[in-house]
């Protein structure tokens, strides 16, 4: 479904490094998004004016159908602003560490990334229980912010979240009102965050197209996208006792780690797992199609992983098709 008949443009020097490249559901008795919390109409009509994919409701895509155990799932043309396809795109959804997207976008834009940060007892790894996604970070270490967002989004790190909100906020609390701020002038209606990390919360929410509007406003930030497209990135953290280690992270997405197949519709440049047994298994990615044009795709709340990265495959490998109709007399 398109919105106007603008493009939407990614900043230049974004695209020019992209050119070099070569948690989420719940209960639907218990989260049933409430659009008469807002002016839908004059909800839409400010996302038309923003020249962002707009739809009121879900959108069929010819050739794919999302699994029907999903909670939400989408795929949205950025260059061209439309909606190609979406499931449940405005229903409510824990976003387990999808939420971090939101922390990443939060931190780049009100802090410089090469500032040190000393990490609190809140911010360590020990902090958190045996099976939570960490970056590894101790009681006073010092890194800098830069090397916090890599262990925030490469390994999805608790403590690099906690870090993060601490150091930008002043206090966690601090931080998650900018962090829900942000999401308010993203248009993000549906989204509340209660953490940085995503950790299951009953009051940490968001949807399917709200995430869509907190990753495609983060993909213009060229240091964000350098994060997510990396293979792996390796930190030097200097300790409490002033002995210097080194770090080295990486991504949690299958197709990052070779354990999935990539899909062949597009390019994946990079992207943000998520999972917590309430949200299920999520993932947000940045595609890019061998027309150039630029794409986000989006499944929230597979049962398990091999769904999830079939379902995302399904549908990014769709895109060549997307334009086979379209008239090629040069008219």
């Known amino acids: 479904m398109k919105c106007t008949g603008k493009k939407l443009i990614l900043a230049g020097s974004l695209s020019a490094f992209l050119l070099g490249l070569t948690g989420c559901g719940a209960d639907d008795a218990v989260l049933t998004y409430e659009k008469e ?13 923003e020249d962002l994919c707009v739809t009121g409701g879900d959108v069929s895509l010819e050739g794919f159908e999302g699994d029907s155990s999903l ?16 499931q449940d795109l405005f229903t409510r959804l824990y976003p387990a560490s999808t939420t971090k997207i939101l922390t990443a976008l939060v931190a780049i834009k009100n802090s410089s990334l090469d500032d040190v940060v000393t990490v609190s007892s809140a911010g360590a790894a020990s902090s958190f229980s045996w099976d939570a996604s960490i970056a590894g970070l101790q009681t006073g270490d010092q890194l800098t912010l830069r090397d916090l967002l890599y262990g925030l989004m490469l390994p999805s790190g608790n403590d690099s979240a906690v870090a993060i909100a601490e150091y930008v906020g002043g206090t966690e609390e601090n931080f998650m009102e900018m962090v829900n701020e942000e999401a308010q002038s993203l248009m993000a209606t549906g989204t509340h965050f209660v953490t940085p990390n995503g950790l299951h919360d009953e009051d940490h929410y968001t949807t399917a197209y709200d995430m869509y509007l907190i990753f495609n406003e983060a993909v213009k930030y060229d ?3 350098e994060i997510i497209s990396a293979d792996s990135y390796t930190a030097q953290i200097t300790g409490a006792d002033g002995a210097v280690r080194s770090v080295t992270w990486e991504p949690t997405s299958f197709y990052a780690r070779g354990a999935a197949a990539l899909p062949t519709g597009a390019t994946v440049i990079g992207g ?9 298994n999520c993932l947000v990615l940045l595609d890019q ?31 060549p098709s997307l334009g086979s109709g379209d008239d090629e007399s040069g008219e």
């Open 37 to 49: 919390n807002y002016n839908k109409s004059l909800y839409e009509a400010e996302l038309f004016a």
């Open 71 to 86: 909670h939400a799932a989408g795929l949205f043309n950025v260059t061209d602003g439309e909606v190609v396809y979406g």
């Open 223 to 225: 240091e964000f996208v």
């Open 289 to 319: 199609a061998a027309d150039g044009d630029y794409y986000i795709s989006i499944v929230m709340g597979a049962e398990d992983k091999p769904l999830l990265y079939q379902d995302m495959t399904a549908m990014i490998d769709q895109i």
């Open 272 to 280: 943000k797992t998520g999972y917590t047994g309430e949200a299920g």
